[in-house]
């Protein structure tokens, strides 16, 4: 099960962290990580991790975007700093048992409900 919270609106140039606990990954190796979708737009990825700890973030994203984990409370982050208004969309965790844990939709069968965020100009 994956359980989103820390969606919401700001402003741009604000911050926002997302939170997904993640429970029921029992085998290794596993993949974690974010996706966002923008109405009108594919589901890209955002940030991924393997169960070494070996993080992808999408080129856009670095600078401004952090994903960390803290494996004591099987809790996925992701910090989002500097929002602009093209960062408004439904965002996502992930969850699938694998090992390249690629920023592909197709690759993941377990998705979290989705979490809005919104950021005005």
């Known amino acids: 099960q994956l359980a989103l919270s820390g969606g919401g609106s700001v402003q741009a140039g604000g911050s926002l962290r997302l939170s997904c606990v993640i429970t029921?990954?029992?085998?290794?190796?596993?993949?974690m990580g974010w996706f966002r979708q923008a109405p009108g737009n594919w589901r890209e990825g955002v940030a991924t991790v393997d169960s070494n700890g070996i993080t992808t973030l999408d080129p856009s994203k670095k600078g401004r975007f952090t994903m960390s984990q803290d494996t004591a409370k099987n809790t996925l982050y992701l910090q989002m700093n500097s929002l602009k208004p093209e960062d408004t969309a439904m965002y996502y965790c992930v969850a699938e048992v694998g090992t390249s844990c690629p920023l592909i939709r197709e690759y993941y069968n377990n998705w979290g409900q989705g979490t809005q965020v919104t950021v005005s100009a």
């Open positions: 029921g990954l029992t085998y290794r190796p596993y993949c």
